[in-house]
């Protein structure tokens, strides 16, 4: 009888996958153990990790920071492969150093006086949230219950309305009242942390699991000669073949309960868990790392009742609940490169302005009609570094989605008109800040000559961008996500392979998940696993 080496199929060509390949072909041991294949869905090697260019300059469409460089594995990487300097300018190049002008809807510019005492207010709430301050002014931390991230924000901004004096009334704001300012200024820095995190509505993130989230110390920056060197640096040891791109994953069935051990057919050990694939083929394996996402997961328990759902058989409950609960929203960036004269590159041209917007609610009879519902909960609309003609806005939620949809020149004149209900009364601009500011009828107009959106909403490979603790839910899920199937195995002759289903990505990290380096420290815990399991000593 001949004894095949065992075989593991890792799904998903992202920073999970390859570091789970990297890993477990890095071994000198596993060549003689496994052999190792990586298939990929799409026809690109990255998962949401895509470097870009646009109008001359290096962006990305999907992860964009190092979230803390001292001890992030990715920074390591970075520094190793050299990619942290290049000659082209790229995304961010000069970090958060760049000062911003806040304006609110019609034209008004807000003195850092109106601004700081509401934007210390929200830092110290989202401190305290996330377990940074020892000390609570609004409420207790241990009688959280479902409390939500939203619900404690608005409750620190009660208190602090609570203590004020009393308002005065504001001259020169038009139909603002300071009232009114305080919580556009409150809603702008929630819409910053619901792109942070994902989440549609601040009032569906979890609070109490928000200080489990760990980062690492030190500056956040961006990846100079982008992020997909990274992945290029992971994927550059294995051999040709190894990752097979195009090869969409349909259907894994898998033997939770028991399996034939031997084929009799044609005498080998056969394998417990086949994979259907897209184009009608079939592949078996002993082990396969799921790291697609959990939004794709998410999609494949909706499907049980159809009969459609990737897994045969279904995920059991305790699996499939967890990916229920966890939140998984979506994320999108949108880049817009200025036409001339607001495009302009030499240093004496006016810059557009580091913007940050303080918008009118939605609901509000005070709204200017003429800016779309869309961008009322984007917080900046900013050059992607100083001088730059590429403008970045940010969208979460229902708004990531709807950009999605529009059509290039729905997006233009949408962006356009919201430019010009800020701009208008205030154009005098000196590198991107305001020099003076005039009072006129001038309407200040910028047009794009191209557009550039990420669509991970609606891509079928991903159905979203990252993952949070949604209220209902906790950081044991994560753990959960985790655990490999089947859930345990005995040593009889007739059990279940054990490690048939091991899962990988940075919905599977409880303290650094929405994360690259989440993913990249899922991907080594799941190779470690499977290297452990084949070499314990």
Partial sequence: MAVKKARIVIIGAGMAGLTAANKLHSVSVSKSLFEVCVVEGGNRIGGRINTSEFGGDRIEM?????????????????????????????????GNENKTTTIAEGGFVLNPSFVHPI?????????????????????????????????????????????????KELKGFGKWSRKLL?????????????????????????????????????????????????????????????????????????????????????????????????????????????????????????????????????????????????????VNKLFMQLSPPHGRRDEHSRGFPFLQMVFHSHQSELKHKKIPWWMRRTATLCPIYNNSSVLLSWFAGE??????????????????????????????????????EKHSSH????????????????????????????????????????EPLPKCSSSHPSASPPLQILFAGEATHRTHYSTTHGAYFSGLREANRLLQHYSPC
Wanted: proline content about 4%; aromatic content about 8%; hydrophobic content about 35%.
């Fill in 119 to 167: 934007t210390k207010l929200f830092n110290n709430l989202m401190d305290h949230a996330q377990g940074k301050m020892s000390t609570a002014t609004t409420t207790n931390k241990g009688d959280s219950g479902n409390l939500s991230v939203g619900s404690f924000l608005r409750q620190g901004l009660d208190a602090y309305w609570g203590s004020s004096k009393e308002e």
């Fill in 182 to 330: 305080d919580e556009a200024i409150f809603a702008m820095h929630e819409n910053t942390q619901r792109t942070c995190t994902s989440v549609a509505d601040l009032l569906t993130l979890d609070y109490g699991a928000e200080s489990e989230y760990q980062m690492f110390p030190g500056e956040e920056i961006t990846i100079a000669k982008g992020y997909s060197n990274i992945i290029e640096s992971l994927a550059s040891v294995l051999p040709p073949g190894l990752v097979q791109l195009g090869r969409k994953v349909t259907r894994i069935e898998w033997q939770p309960e028991r399996h034939e051990a031997m084929n009799m057919e044609n005498g080998t050990c056969s394998r417990p868990v086949v994979l259907h694939f897209s184009d009608g083929s079939i592949m078996s394996a002993d082990h396969v790392i799921v790291t697609v996402s959990l939004g794709v997961l998410k999609a494949s328990i909706h499907d049980d009742d159809s009969g459609m759902s990737m897994f045969h058989p279904p995920l059991p409950s305790f699996k499939a609940e967890a990916i229920s609960r966890l939140g998984f929203g979506v």
């Fill in 399 to 436: 708004e990531a989605l709807a950009i999605e949809s529009l059509k290039e020149e729905e997006i233009s004149k949408g962006v356009s008109d919201t430019i010009s209900c800020f701009l208008s009364r205030s154009v005098e601009f000196c590198n991107g800040n305001v020099k003076s």
């Fill in 443 to 482: 309407e200040y107009k910028v047009k794009f000559s191209k557009v550039l959106k990420s669509e991970w909403g609606t891509d079928p490979l991903f159905l979203g961008s990252y993952s949070h603790v949604a209220v209902g839910s906790s950081g044991d899920d994560f753990d959960t996500m985790a």
């Fill in 62 to 94: 999907g992860a964009t920071w190092i979230h803390g460089i001292e001890g992030s594995p990715i920074h390591k990487i970075a520094q190793q492969i050299h990619a942290l300097e290049s000659d082209q300018p790229w995304e961010c190049m000069d």
